[in-house]
């Protein structure tokens, strides 16, 4: 834990330069616009610690597999997110001494990500040994509303010396990955051209030949007036730079633009790429940086108007729940359905590959409520895209019959991931990425979903179920043996109560959405079950795996059991752990941790979050109880979902204490590691919190279902939803619940077990409730 | 499987060259002393596909640890045996054209092991495009008799032409490991000496500075008569060589003679490496070829002597045994407790480190019945003297009070591998450790032993079987959790039989040989428990483990079972596996391997054949059948145990099978790798299945007792056994058994339950009994 930063709640702020925060800073003041993205690196050179990240959206390098052990089935590769061409760099000398700030005197630092008009600022005092004190204020964006674009303001007043100032400003493509498996370069050259103070650089990935065209124009001002600048053009492989000179008074004001534009051939055909990197700068070089930023306001204005968050009474919470909302609309626009949110985003090389189970398990939730239906859409839609993958990945581990095994971890749906327990065992992603299916249907109503794309995907993984499932003779049941579960705490047991629980939901669901499908696209659903070769046989296995499955539970404890032999364990609490021994995965070898019954994160307790309905308050409450002691949240994944639970069991300060430690998990740097990038999937898990938890809401029977609690800190909060095609904004205090509907749609809803209609652009208020946990039953 | 070479009981004979097979021929065709080995490489240039391979014992590398993902505890570095200088070096040009193999025409080639004398042979004759054609025979070996000494003679007939022959005979250090986990060269020089046709290459290792002094010596005959040399010195970094000219008439007959002393900086100083190689070329020079050779021969006479088992009718079968035993022999001679016996000796790199727990569960007995005394005691020394790393080993792994784990894999006593599952859980190896000083104690009779050494191991041992003991409140039993057995085909499995019985089994001998010390040599007894702090407390609770542990067991079956929960599984047989989906772990991802019931090798059987004594006839038979036909046999330790746990339940049949498939493993080469090297450790598990499977050799109550039985095939057979000081030769045939006591003491035996007493070079004769397994009860 680590909390450095200013409390604010617009605006995340650092004071004073520490080089040993630097890299989390970094992490911490990235920009993005789900097309690139860019850590909080300094423009000028930094001769300090510093993980340089500049990254492109579905650009990757398949970067060879390093394994000590092989085994059959493991991927060759692991599908890295790559450190691209660097289109910051802006290299300032003053009278022949570089601006460093590891090597001059610093007399005054802040570094601010306003995070409501989406730009990051940094002003410095700083005096150069040898030239002279300067002050510089630098403004630098990634565009929203022109996503290929990019822009930096850099103004300097050299306060008490006079002379020449050079300029370089530079696109660097012979950057390296901290993370390179064997240590290799990623990026060849494809092309540059360089022409007075314009220069663009075509660069390559090894293997895949991605191509990324960067552009840059430099444009200096003196005390407000263009200066002619006579460029010298440096130009060597994989670099390109224009270098200007002027000379300058003290107390003049020296503003430098670099526009930047960053394309790729994911959206140009590679031989356009140099022309279009033309035309893009072109285009804004024209509009010029206070329109470009004014259109990135008004851009940023929308995406808040959509998904803010609003806590009052307490600026921490609130600066936690903006920060991460401001880096999931950072990091994923639903404009492109190639693309997903990696663990990541665009602010570290950590997870190097794009998609986890955590975008289906805890993501999906934020963008449907958040966002135009389309942004989810594309999520449950990448992966009915990489539906043949997961095919031909099922087939690798000897599945047959079309059954699909979605990877663990993936870019472009095969499987990157090589430990076997979790490659091979961690199957229940599959269950999380059949659940995002449902979630989308049951939040949008949009059923023909199922029949275009969806009971596709659900029959591959319910074949793949069917066949992972074995009878066993002692048990006279059906049991999935040798899995791992969400906890990875524990690695290949047998019948781990989520995964077999899972298996059941997605057969009966499966089931469900063929019925669906048949009587509303009956064409549609015989073709599918022609082109499948579907059998009928095939749901009559799923049926008897419905009936008979395994599911571990403890007799004398009324406990269903995290798997079987669970209680075998010394049942110990978290609460008697050393913590100096904690974090666990830090202290202890993997054999203690797996034969402990200590939990990384939420496994039963995930389980009853999704399945909420078919337990009863007490059920939930005992559960929530027992395993949350043995949980030791070393999962960024884990407080999200328990803190949802807590609330759900009416455990307030519980879901608090945990509610702040998953939106304040990187600003305080909790685990110790938002030096390697912020932890952008969990940040959804936080919304979960605060919509879910506090908030209540619920989809029950087709209708939005709210039932607010509030924290004793909070004064007030509010947030939004868009369900159905109404958009509502959910305001509560301590004494009633307002709900505005701002759009024209009347919206069905229900508010503590009670149903209410609100007319388009009408509003309700009604007395807040204050045990919640009592009225989820209704 | 391939099996070209021809079958011959003492030696083994590659009748034609094909170069696909060259890599397997050098691993067979090895030579090695214990001190050093060298794989059968060619002596002259070859540039055909080729592991080269130089071996020095005990000096090693420790490569920086590979791994997709670290876990805490895993060691830092995987200690590998590293190819050393090549000493066999010797360049032959022909009027200019390079003699190479792999560019030459072949017209005839022999390369012949010669077992009974220990030297390698080859003849070949060839045409060298541009020359002429030549023949050769090439003799090499490594002293057994001096053991840093090597000796090679090339002898040169160029058939139809005449001209230059120009000989280059090198010492090259600047060698690689093809297993270099980061493409790293090993070696540096640390100094070289070159005079006339006298050369010395002194090589340090990278990282521990092990130094190994390699010096040759060149001399040359022209029919005869000795030649005098004009060499050119050749030198550079990490490279001598000595290039001579000589001028030959067609038929002539040259003989090159190359001389090679290895010393390392384990016995000598390292600054007197240099002048103790001249003193060691110095006096095999001096001593010359053929009585170096003369030497070789009655060594090698002596080793046999104690070792050799014949086998009439059936030459495949000796031929087979004939080699386990050389290399066995060639591997380890235990005159240094610091060495110890790799899986693939000194015939390649694969598996690195030195000593796994086959050594104590698989070659012990062997060196126990063949050689003196002291060689075995030097194995069991070895891990006395790692004792305080297996304790810092467990240390790391969270354990307290002086509870040893010995590693997995080790060349100095630390753990060098790096698989969770391995490295952290298959702790049974500490039980073979512990069975090892009962084997030696009950075969010498040395209790002594354990008064001075092996009672502080056993201790140790049971601290850590103590603390790695649960108690699991819904069994109302002790259980070990998290472990991977023999079988490793299954992972982190729960009460692994195996284990639990070998713990059980490891508390109990523990506190009976803390009784004999006691009881013996009260004043080391208190010495050491004094030294470790020993507790009455830990005795009671080894008691309270010894009565309540749990043994996984089917009451439907009447069968111990693997694991909790392995009738669990879909129970097939390997008879129902399609061939094509063979070997398994080549063939079927890891998951799938480890849900299914198929075993790697002897797990259950492993535990009966340590503890055979508790079980009757049944048990045994009903264990071994319905284990052995879910066995793969992928491991070669695996046929071994199961053919003399067939030969103890009277499967004849079965038991010939599976001694056929461990006795030529590598000579026929089943598996398809014996290119990477032989497989050293489990050749005396081929002597277990002669001596205790047909031989029915065991000790019970202090006695040798003999079984044996005889295949059908074979018309004789007989074996060597020294016991508590008398040395017994056991001939067996069709109809009688024939024992010599070829020692002057008086041998106790029992042999088909019936006492008898042998004197002092006298024999006895009895009838054989076809039925060896009844007997096994008296």
Known sequence: MNRYLKIDPWRIIEESFNPDNNRVSESLFSLGNGRMGQRGNFEEHYSGDTLQGT??????????????????GYPEYFAKVINAPNWI??????????LDLASCKILGFNRILNMKEGYLERNFRVEIYGAGIIEAEVRRFISIADTEAGAIRYSLIPVNFSGTLAVTAYLDGDVRNEDANYNEKFWDEAGRQIKDSRAILVSKTRKLDFQVATGMELKIFRNGIETQLNPIPESRKKYVACKAEIQFNHDDQITIYKYAAV??????????????????LDRIVTRSFDRLMADQTAAWYEKWEKSDIVISGDDAAQQGIRFNIFQL???????????????????GEKYGGSTYWDTEAFCLPFYLCSADQKVAR??????????????????????????????MVTMNGEECHNEWEITFEEIHRNGAIAYAIYNYVRHTDDKKYLADYGLEVLIAISRFWSQRTTWSEPKNQFVILGVTGPNEYENNVNNNWYTNRFAIWTLRYTIESMDIVRDNWPEKYNVLLKKLKFRASETERWERIIQQMYLPYDEKSGLFMQQEGYM?????????????????NQKWSWDRILRSCFIKQADVIQGMYFFEDEFDDEILAKHFNFYESRTVHESSLSACIHSVMASRIGEQQKAYELYLRTARLDLDDYNDEADQGCHITSMAGTWLSIVEGFGGKRIKNGKLCLNPAIPDKWRSYS?????????LEINVTRDEV????????????VLYGKEYSIKGNQEMIRDTVSEPSSLFKG
Chains 1, 2 share one sequence.
Do not use: C
């Not at 579905?58 to 060879?64: A, E, F, L, M, Q």
């Not at 394309?263 to 893009?280: E, F, G, W």
């Not at 947030?719 to 958009?727: L, M, N, V």
């Not at 307002?738 to 809803?749: G, L, P, V, W």
């Open 329 to 347: 609309n950072q990091t994923y626009s639903g404009e492109d359905e190639r693309l997903n949110i990696g663990p990541k985003g665009f602010t």
């Open 89 to 98: 760099g802006l290299d300032i000398e003053l009278n022949g001494k570089p």
């Open 719 to 727: 947030f939004k939803i868009r369900f159905r095609g109404s958009s």
């Open 263 to 280: 394309l790729s051939s994911l959206n140009h055909p590679s031989d356009r790429l140099m022309d279009n990197a033309h035309q893009v």
């Open 568 to 584: 075998d364990k010394e049942q110990k609490l978290v609460s008697e752990l050393d913590p100096n021994e904690r974090p666990l």
């Open 55 to 72: 990254y492109v959206a579905g650009v990757y390098y398949p970067d060879k597999t390093k394994v000590g052990w092989w085994k059959v």
């Open 738 to 749: 307002r709900i505005i509907n701002r759009s024209e749609k009347t919206a069905e809803i």
């Open 378 to 407: 594309s999520l449950v839609v990448y992966r009915y895209k990489h539906l043949p993958k997961a095919i031909e990945n099922a087939k690798k581990l000897g599945f047959t019959n079309g059954a699909a095994l979605y990877p």
